[in-house]
């Protein structure tokens, strides 16, 4: 019987790589010019796939919006296939809630011209999240098409991969890529030859009757035009294959569902090819922008868009388009940088675009939380579910500290007056603010008046940091300036009065989606104590080593030892210089007592290090000194110690460790992953003879191991090192090329020999990590760690009380609320857990939808979730004009 060979026609196109998304962009539309000729011209070549990105469609309609009709026409006759994906994000590089955005962007999009896709196209991803399958599922897909990451247990090319929770798909493995159809032969003879070859290749995947998928295509390919001809000729000359030019559904509908291996969980192999492990630690800037931009736009400004405008203020314009921004930057080539500089700069753009939007719509909502309330001062405004107990900066009246309060610096009331004339009144605000007289600018203040006589102009302008600026401030100084134009020579005197003022650190309990007033007071937490190179707020005792830097916290010493050694590999894969030098000790250690407390404390830590300047010749040489400045911090009640470690990186070539000792050994780490943890074992990950698997692992926030939980900001690498007993965190990792041929780790090229220069991150440093020693519960440290609480100036006009909750919402976390079509409030949660949860929404009802909108079960109060369920609720109400009890 003739063996199926499935010519599924495509390209793949990365939308920017070794060169920009414009240059890509010139070329793409030269390949679908030619695409769409051939297509309408042809009806005997039958198929093409756009790589299950909409992305790709997208910019070829931004240079040809007239030929929106002709793709929407193909489409919808099924000769072209469109989406499911706006863009093939990596897995691991971006949260589990960019994945489902970048999934639903991409059906939406898609359904405009046909029905998507129904297929998870993952062709070039570097390894695939545990929870993919149930995210395909949530959204209706029950196929999947693999490469990387697949390990050895895997030995068909068809499998049944579950996540967590036993939802499962269908899930095709390409052994030899995306490309092993690519640049087929003219001729058919070459090609029934380069066949045969390719079945041998395949011998151990393939049975008797199992159909060969060949996919027609590569980086960046146009489509062959003779290749219905090609195949009609290969069939009628032999009789061992059957070709057949399909689509890539068409292939997966017919093959067989019965008997399939089976793997579970993420997928991170280098049995058989790269996955380029790499990537996670390579351009640590890109990733912590990617996490400062999710973070905002998940945790801060949709929730809280979400719990106080009004459904027709929701700022769906600005968050949109902040949502673009990042699921642009989720492309696999993009978030991991490993692209050329000009690329990596875009891609910098936009997560700063994205974080800009995010703050606009940020200020949209606390504007209108600063009238809410019945409260006049400080108002704490909770973005996140949990109760939040925290310190916070705000700004008082006066000189003196009120009760329960942490001075950090005041300012004495005072009268400055400055003279001159109407064409200096810009020049005078501008002094003015230089001096520390007026805040920001020629338009600030709280109060402004202008008087107008014959003889002069006089400007009144009142300074009071603890009000709310008045409206009409903008509208005097306005006219101040125009009338000092129209009278340049005129006298002119510009009176500050600036009232007392202090800055001090307070502390507040607010509830989960809710707020709550601050009043001076006695604090619900014990005092933090500092003294020489310590912190002590009782529930955690910091003690810094005088002589490496190192700090203890919970009887464990140690921590933070930083190491830097040499790499000499690329943005793909780390590799040790043959002749490596590692430092792991500074040469002197200065310590200082930042903050004393009673309500936070820190401690600056000076190390000063000399370090190899680069690698040359498979040797670290040279030398460049490097002081690297660590802040503690410890807050009031909290148990983790906040690290900020921040330096002039002068050196070339190397990677920088944090390295922490564990409480007890450990055999295995729990890192978050999408929407779940994930359990790694502390040996090296799977290789094979394209790449040496290695022990370095990504999280998203935080890795626990050993009774140690670490929660970070974009440092995604970890290891566990010294037999189980020490925890490493990536702090940098520098290089100099794109790709090297043959580096030590991984003997092949993994992209062009390109050299670039931002990869080595020349210049400052900066990255934050915190640590807890014990800590039960790491999403809840996470949260602590990194959500900050706005504080407004409640202007005591509102009708809502001192506190309370907009909403409550318990049992399992929460990955998103936000409204979606137009005013729907919607709740995205998720059970990281083995054992069942029971979500709580209290006081409200709705329906459980997919991930498209399709509504599934109706609950009322709350609905159950099974271990490690994601599920997706709608919410009945749509304005929350009413108060929740306190208490979420």
């Known amino acids: ?244 030019h399909v689509s890539l559904l068409e292939y997966l509908a017919a093959a067989p569902a019965g008997g399939l291996p089976e793997w579970s969980g993420e997928m991170r192999s280098g049995a058989r090819t790269n996955l380029l492990m790499g990537v996670a630690s390579n351009r640590v800037d890109v990733k912590v922008a990617a996490a400062t931009a999710e973070r905002l736009l998940e945790k801060v400004a949709e929730p809280l868009a979400a719990l106080w405008l009004p459904p027709g203020d929701w700022p769906g314009d600005v968050l949109e388009r902040a949502w673009l921004q990042v699921i642009r930057n989720a492309a696999h080539d993009s978030i991991c940088a490993c692209s050329a500089d000009p690329v990596v700069r875009a891609v910098v753009h936009r997560y700063d675009a994205a974080v800009a939007l995010a703050g606009e719509a940020i200020r949209r909502t606390l504007d209108i939380a600063s009238l809410a309330t019945r409260a006049a001062g400080p108002v704490l405004v909770n973005p996140g579910p949990r109760r939040a107990a925290t310190v916070f900066e705000t700004v008082l009246a006066g000189t003196d500290p009120p009760p329960g309060t942490q001075a950090l610096s005041a300012t004495p009331e005072g009268v400055e007056e400055r003279p001159g004339i109407g064409d200096e009144l810009g020049a005078i605000l501008a002094g003015l603010t230089a001096d520390g007289w007026l805040p920001g600018g020629s338009a600030s203040g709280t109060t402004a008046a202008l008087r107008v006589t014959p003889a002069a102009l006089e400007v009144e302008i009142e300074v009071d940091p603890t009000r709310v600026a008045s409206p009409d401030v903008a509208s005097v100084m306005a006219e101040a300036y125009t009338q000092a134009g129209a009278r340049p020579s005129a006298a002119l005197r510009v009176t500050v009065t600036r009232r007392a003022s202090q800055r001090v650190v307070a502390w507040a309990e607010v509830p989960g989606y809710g707020w709550a007033a601050w009043q001076p007071g006695p604090t619900g937490v014990g005092a933090l104590r500092a003294g020489d190179g310590w912190l002590d707020n009782g529930v955690a005792r910091v003690e810094v080593d005088p002589a490496d830097g190192t700090f203890s916290l919970g009887g464990v010493a140690g921590l933070d030892r930083l190491v830097d050694s040499g790499d000499e590999g690329d943005t793909y894969t780390y590799s040790p210089p043959a002749s490596d030098v590692v430092v792991d000790r500074p040469r002197s250690v200065h310590v200082e007592v930042a903050e004393q407390g009673p309500l936070r404390g820190r401690l600056r830590v000076r190390r000063r290090y000399v370090w190899p300047a680069r690698v040359s010749g498979g040797a670290r040489v040279g030398e460049e000194p490097v002081e690297v400045v660590t802040d503690l911090e410890l807050r009031a009640g909290e148990p983790l110690v906040r690290v900020q470690t921040s330096f002039d990186n002068r050196c070339r070539d190397h990677r920088v460790r944090s390295v922490m000792p564990l409480p007890a050994a450990a055999a295995w780490s729990e890192a978050e992953c999408a929407y779940a943890t994930v359990r790694r074992s502390a040996g090296p990950a799977e290789g094979g003879p394209h790449e040496r698997g290695v022990p370095t692992y990504p999280s998203r926030r935080f890795v626990s191991a050993g009774g140690l939980t670490v929660t970070h900001e974009g440092l995604l690498e970890y290891e566990l090192v010294d037999d189980g007993r020490a925890l490493a965190l990536t702090l940098l990792r520098a290089t100099g090329m794109l790709s090297r041929p043959t580096p030590a780790y991984r003997p092949n090229a993994a992209g062009p020999a390109v050299p670039v220069e931002g990869p080595q991150l020349l210049g400052s440093h900066r990255v934050r990590y915190a640590v807890a020693v014990g800590v039960e519960d790491p999403w809840a440290l996470a949260d602590q760690a990194w959500l900050l609480l706005p504080v407004v100036r409640g202007t005591g006009t509102g009708r809502l009380p001192e506190t309370g909750s907009r909403l409550r919402v318990d049992g399992a976390e929460v990955a998103a609320l936000h409204r979606v079509e137009g005013s729907a409030l919607e709740l995205r949660v ?41 599920a997706t609720a709608r919410l009945d109400v749509v304005d929350l004009d009413r108060v929740e009890a306190p208490g979420g």
């Open 1 to 244: 019987m003739a063996r199926t060979v499935a010519v599924v026609s495509h390209t793949h196109w990365d939308r920017e790589w070794y060169a920009p998304q414009e240059a890509f962009q010139a070329r793409l539309v030269e390949v679908v010019d030619g695409l769409l000729e051939l297509l309408e011209s042809d009806p005997s070549y039958r198929h093409f796939l756009l790589d299950g990105q909409m992305a790709m469609v997208e910019d070829y309609l931004a240079v040809r919006p007239e030929a929106r009709g002709r793709l929407r026409s193909l489409a919808g006759a099924g000769r072209l296939a469109v989406g499911p994906w706006y863009v093939l994000m990596d897995e691991f590089g971006v949260s589990g809630e960019t994945i489902v955005r970048n999934l639903q962007l991409g059906l939406r999009r898609a359904a405009v011209f046909a029905p998507p896709m129904e297929v998870g196209y993952l062709p070039d991803m570097f390894g695939h999240v545990a929870q993919m399958p149930q995210l395909l599922r949530l959204a209706g897909i029950g196929r999947a098409v693999v490469w990387r990451g697949v390990p050895s247990a895997v030995d068909r090319t068809a499998f049944r991969w579950r996540a967590p929770d036993g939802s499962s798909v269908q899930a095709e493995y390409l052994p030899a890529g995306y490309s092993n159809g690519a640049y087929l032969p003219r001729d058919a003879g070459a090609l029934v030859r380069r066949i045969e070859a390719h079945e041998a290749q395949l011998a151990g995947f393939l049975g008797p009757e199992t159909p060969l998928l060949l996919m027609n295509g590569t980086d960046h390919q146009a489509p062959q035009p003779w290749l219905a001809g090609l195949l009609a000729e290969a069939n009628d000359r032999q009789d061992r294959f059957d070709f057949r």
């Open 830 to 870: 998720f059970n990281p857990t083995p054992r069942p949860a029971a979500v709580r929404v209290a006081g409200h009802s709705g329906w459980l939808v997919d991930l498209r909108g399709g509504r599934g079960e109706r609950w009322d109060g709350g609905f159950e979730l099974r271990p490690w369920g994601i």
